[in-house]
């Protein structure tokens, strides 16, 4: 399943997270290692929920860019 996934600067590279499942985050030095590790992050946290029988959350959150 497709996840929205916010990436942020930080003053020692970038974290990431993704609201539809809460605790899965990442970071890293560079953008793409981040977007590397949480494509990671959301594949063990999906794995992890399955084997403990838990329901994995579908996606519901969706982005859009307002320019102000």
């Given at each position: 399943?497709?996840?929205?996934?916010?990436i942020?600067?930080?003053?020692?590279?970038?974290?990431?997270?993704?609201?539809?499942l809460?605790?899965?985050?990442?970071?890293?030095?560079t953008?793409?290692?981040?977007?590397?590790?949480?494509?990671?992050?959301?594949?063990?946290?999906?794995?992890?929920?399955?084997?403990?029988?838990?329901?994995?959350?579908?996606?519901?959150?969706?982005?859009?860019?307002?320019?102000?």
């Open positions: 399943m497709p996840y929205w996934v916010v942020e600067k930080t003053k020692t590279g970038y974290s990431a997270y993704v609201p539809d809460p605790g899965c985050i990442a970071a890293a030095r953008r793409p290692g981040v977007r590397r590790l949480i494509r990671e992050a959301i594949e063990l946290h999906v794995s992890d929920l399955r084997e403990m029988g838990h329901r994995v959350p579908r996606p519901t959150t969706r982005a859009e860019l307002v320019t102000a």
